[in-house]
């Protein structure tokens, strides 16, 4: 090897290698980005059967799911003793309004009879909750 021309092959090797080295750099980043991705695509589709099959063994109880709604919702109109309108206190009172409910809370704002009155519509899942309610027998308890 001509002793000039050293130097001129210790850069193009140095490049060379820096070259690669990048180059396997790029690729690596590459391949752990797509299995990131990859991974987080599989995990999004993963749910817990656990939740799942909990939630279709509860049924919607009175006590526990409608009364807390009935009176965050309903009130002061229909809770007594401030309330004028007919009073929703009590399971009896519910049960056996809840097809007049259903129709009501159904309704948009601008609609006639919508409730709850001077306030926003119920979100479609509270409004199922109520419709699970009535398919579940109207429980109490």
Not at 72 to 89: M, V
């Amino acid at each position: 090897m001509n002793k000039r021309l050293y130097p001129f092959y210790q850069i193009h090797y140095l490049f060379q290698n820096v070259f690669v080295t990048n180059l396997l750099l790029l690729r690596m980043k590459k391949t752990c980005l797509f299995l990131v991705v990859l991974f987080a695509l599989i995990l999004q589709f993963c749910t817990s059967t656990y939740k799942a099959i909990s939630r279709k063994n509860r049924k919607v109880t009175y006590v526990n799911n409608i009364q807390p709604i009935v009176m965050n919702s309903c009130s002061p109109c229909h809770i007594l003793p401030e309330g004028k309108k007919k009073a929703y206190n009590t399971y009896a009172a519910v049960k056996a309004s809840v097809d007049s409910m259903l129709i009501r809370i159904r309704k948009n704002p601008n609609e006639k009879g919508f409730m709850p009155a001077r306030s926003p519509k119920l979100s479609d899942s509270t409004i199922n909750i109520f419709v699970q309610w009535k398919k579940d027998g109207l429980l109490e308890r």
